[in-house]
């Protein structure tokens, strides 16, 4: 059951409140937005001021894309965060790949391209209303899977490249995200659970790094001299790194970011109604909100920033509260955006030690790999035409994006004209992306074998 709702989507609580709770819904997603640029940064190769400015710069584009997202003609008009996408990451992640021996800023200069090409394709699906045909193939049974392989995929970057780095301060992460948010009956210790096991952590480091326990060259050392170093302001807004590359590898490979998405997000709006008191979302208000994700998108794009989505984290921040006021979360999207100015705050949180950021990555990446388990408890799972498709598509998104992987000559075999070159290098960079496999297996299975809307989930509500 949904909490009683203290302040409705139209309320505008009194200043105060209206700060302080917007500030709340900041903190809430503070933790999980700041590991999106802290997996991308390290990997292209940014030293810390460069992944200081990528945080400011996401920071600026969540806020902007909160606001278009909230507003009840250009998105749904629900008190709903956008946020850094976890969608997006095996899909930059073959981008880095392709141009990281170009340096940093072009990798975010083909990311940009990719964003605002992708972000323009899926701002008419919304718009024009296209998103009510494709709506009917997006089932539970297909959104399960597709969660079940953004999560479980990234399993080696939660664990191989960062908290195998030094385990002792990658498992303190774990233990006080669980004492936190399943021990503690403190409900702003379990609202705040991976916020406050960062911070504490972090601080541990810190003290040990001074001490000289943690010396520099050690994994969980600190080092604060980058931080001084920082500008405190920046005003390079749009187009920060340089202007927007366009290619079909990374374009290709970002659409199955934005599948994932679309489908991520029609579950968001159902649950944030819910969660607000209201009736469920209906085709226009989809429409619109799916338009609005691709807009913001573009516009990341621009900002130099990543893609972003509507944020469940904050959803279950509503459900907690009662405070369901659309004023409330677009508050939170101006602190954002003033935050986003503040480049000494971005080079304060480029500073986190990798295990501290691995285990936080295994608490969330397990979370999001469950949550999909959960989408598909709307479906009958003692259906055995529901199993052997979940089976077969989360088992295809397992192993087949590595033998894509090997084979990469063949989609992009030299001897091919340019025009198959690209289509190869697009088809290579979307089967090589876990949930991109997942939805397609699970799309094409659930619309082909028969079933009735109760068992695969149509008009369902979670509980």
Not at 346 to 375: N, R
């Amino acid at each position: 059951m949904a909490k009683k709702v203290v302040y409705g989507l139209l309320d505008r609580p009194p200043f105060p409140i209206m700060v302080l709770a917007g500030a709340q819904h900041v903190l809430t997603l503070f933790g999980a937005t700041a590991l999106v640029p802290l997996i991308f940064g390290p990997a292209m190769g940014m030293d810390q001021l460069q992944i200081a400015a990528l945080i400011s710069c996401v920071y600026f584009g969540m806020g902007v894309a909160t606001l278009i997202q909230t507003h009840p003609k250009f998105g749904t008009g629900l008190p709903i965060v956008q946020g850094s996408s976890f969608s997006f990451i095996p899909s930059v992640m073959t981008i880095i790949g392709a141009y990281k021996a170009m340096g940093p800023d072009v990798v975010m200069q083909y990311m940009g391209g990719g964003l605002i090409l992708g972000g323009i394709i899926l701002s008419v699906i919304g718009y024009t209303g296209i998103i009510g045909y494709i709506r009917k193939i997006i089932t539970p049974v297909v959104i399960g899977p597709v969660i079940m392989a953004i999560g479980f995929s990234l399993a080696p970057t939660a664990i191989q490249f960062n908290a195998a780095n030094y385990w002792p301060i990658s498992l303190m992460v774990v233990a006080l995200i669980f004492i936190f948010s399943l021990v503690s009956k403190n409900k702003y210790a379990n609202i705040f659970a991976i916020l406050s096991s960062i911070v504490l952590t972090y601080l541990v480091c810190l003290g040990l790094s001074r001490a000289g326990i943690f010396p520099a060259g050690h994994p969980a050392h600190v080092d604060l001299s980058r931080v001084i170093e920082a500008p405190w302001l920046r005003y390079n807004v749009i187009m920060p790194w340089g202007a927007p590359k366009f290619s079909m590898l990374a374009f290709g490979a970002l659409l199955a970011g934005f599948f994932a998405v679309m489908i991520e997000s029609v579950g968001d709006y159902h649950s944030v109604s819910y969660a607000s008191g209201l009736d469920d979302p209906d085709e226009a208000t989809i429409s619109r909100g799916i338009g609005a994700e691709g807009l913001n998108c573009a516009l990341s794009g621009l900002f130099g920033s990543v893609g972003t989505t509507s944020y469940t984290e904050n959803i279950g921040l509503i459900g907690l509260t009662g405070v369901a006021s659309r004023w409330v979360v677009r508050t939170g999207a101006i602190i954002l955006i003033l935050m986003s100015f503040v480049t000494k705050l971005g080079a304060l949180v480029a500073t986190m030690p990798s295990p501290v950021i691995g285990g936080a990555y295994i608490a969330l990446f397990g979370t999001i790999g469950a949550l999909g388990i959960q989408v598909l408890m709307r479906a009958d799972m003692g259906s055995q035409r529901n199993v052997l498709i979940v089976g077969f598509s989360f088992l295809m998104a397992m192993g087949l994006p590595g033998w894509i992987e090997q084979n990469q000559a063949f989609f992009m075999n030299p001897e091919y004209n340019p025009f198959l070159q690209t289509i190869g290098g697009m088809i290579w960079a979307i089967l090589k992306t876990p949930m991109a496999v997942a939805g397609i297996c699970a799309a094409f299975c659930d619309s082909l074998v028969p079933g009735t809307d109760e068992e695969r989930g149509i008009g369902v509500r979670m509980k």
